[in-house]
């Protein structure tokens, strides 16, 4: 009777309920609220790092130093700065992806980059692609999106 609870009806007579009953129904109640925590709580998909998303995009275009120095990391992977390696590291997950990782910035940023090395650096834009896209599967699959944003790809 120790671990028994008793309740009065209004019969005035007392009936014993199992604590253990009681316990199972609140533990069962308990798991469901903790299931819908983890599963309202799971972060969103996972994104690349926004750290560099406030870097001056258009600076790095205007500097032949510094686009030279993205530019040869990608290719190379020789000399590459901090910033260049992560790049490096991320393109072809990147591309495979769609780029679902990452941020608004860097998707406009990217298109960015691709519409400004076709029409001032053709030479480079074809060995970077050669290199990250050998059999042009991400030019096939990109290439309707990038048009749409007035960014034609070179034959």
């Not at 983890?38 to 750290?51: G, H, L, M, N, S």
Request: proline share 3%; with cysteine.
């Amino acid at each position: 009777m120790c671990c028994d609870v008793v309740h009065r009806h209004k019969s005035d007579q007392f009936t014993h309920h199992d604590n253990t009953s009681t316990m199972k129904g609140f533990a069962v109640i308990a798991l469901c609220v903790i299931f819908a925590a983890i599963v309202w709580a799971r972060p969103e998909e996972e994104k690349y790092t926004d750290q560099y998303d406030n870097v001056d995009i258009d600076e790095i275009l205007r500097s032949d130093r510094l686009l030279d120095n993205y530019y040869n990391c990608l290719d190379t992977a020789k000399k590459c700065t901090p910033d260049g390696q992560k790049l490096r590291d991320i393109l072809p997950d990147a591309l495979k992806t769609g780029c679902s990782k990452c941020t608004d910035v860097q998707k406009r940023q990217s298109k960015k980059v691709i519409n400004f090395l076709i029409k001032n650096r053709l030479e480079q834009f074809k060995k970077l692609e050669a290199k990250f896209d050998p059999d042009r599967a991400y030019r096939t699959k990109y290439a309707e999106e990038l048009k749409a944003e007035g960014i034609v790809l070179p034959d």
